[in-house]
Nanobody
Framework: QVQLVESGGGLVQAGGSLKLSCAASGLTLNAYTVAWFRQAPGKEREFVAGIAWYGGTIYYADSVKGRFTISRDNAKNTVYLQMNSLKPDDTAAYYC???????????????WGQGTQVTVSS
């Protein structure tokens, strides 16, 4: 059974940092494209960052480029999202997803975690 478990969310002041983790069981993450998405109340789920299984190519949404970093620890079967210079607009539930069934930036993924809440206060 495949499970993705996110952790690391919380409340932080604007300008602060958080590091999210996505730990996998039942699949080997480095064999899959893995992405982070976020969804704020009343808004659609949006792509944040992704790392492709082929060559490890990394993609970021323009809104987080230069502030967020996605990385993978194969030994721990975990993908991370380091978030720096956080803004109130970054407030959302953050989800990791694995095995895209369509374009990497779309929400068409086979496996999803339960999400972790990030709240950035001004």
């Amino acid at each position: 059974q495949v499970q993705l478990v996110e952790s690391g969310g919380g409340l932080v002041q604007a300008g602060g940092s958080l590091k999210l983790s996505c730990a996998a069981s039942g699949l080997t993450l480095n064999a899959y494209t893995v992405a982070w998405f976020r969804q704020a109340p009343g808004k659609e789920r949006e792509f944040v960052a992704g790392i492709a299984w082929y060559g490890g190519t990394i993609y970021y949404a323009d809104s987080v480029k230069g502030r967020f970093t996605i990385s993978r620890d194969n030994a721990k079967n975990t993908v991370y999202l380091q978030m720096n210079s956080l803004k109130p607009d970054d407030t959302a539930a953050y989800y990791c997803a694995a095995n895209n069934l369509g374009p990497l930036r779309t929400a068409n993924y086979q496996f999803w975690g339960q999400g972790t809440q990030v709240t950035v206060s001004s």
